[in-house]
């Protein structure tokens, strides 16, 4: 079965930090760009950051770029997302996405207040 499920989200304060998870199953998950998209409430889904499938390449929104870091464990089949400084307006639930496969994960909420 493919899957995709993330893990990590909660609250946290303006300027904190949080460290997303997404393991994969089913799949060659080293063969595979992955993706991370948020969606915050009201607005359409967005996305953040990719990253190749060796983890040598990745590229980032504007809007994170600086403050958020993707990476990626091949042997464990999950790609990270790592957010630091982090501003009300990242509060979102978080996906990753495999474009290969059209598969979304269920999300994770991340809420960024005080």
């Known amino acids: 079965q493919v899957r995709l499920v993330e893990s990590g989200g909660g609250l946290v304060q303006p300027g904190g930090s949080l460290k997303l998870s997404c393991t994969a199953s089913?799949?060659?998950?080293?063969?595979?760009?992955m993706r991370w998209y948020r969606q915050a409430p009201g607005k359409e889904r967005e996305w953040v950051a990719l990253?190749?499938?060796?983890?040598?390449?990745?590229n980032y929104a504007d809007s994170v770029k600086g403050r958020f870091t993707i990476s990626r464990d091949n042997a464990k089949n999950i790609v990270y997302l790592q957010m630091d400084s982090l501003k009300p307006e990242d509060t979102a639930v978080y996906y990753c996405?495999?474009?290969?496969?059209?598969?979304w994960g269920q999300g994770t909420q991340v809420t960024v207040s005080s």
């Open positions: 996405y495999l474009q290969t496969r059209r598969l």
């Open positions: 089913g799949f060659t998950f080293s063969n595979s760009v």
């Open positions: 990253i190749g499938a060796a983890g040598a390449v990745s």
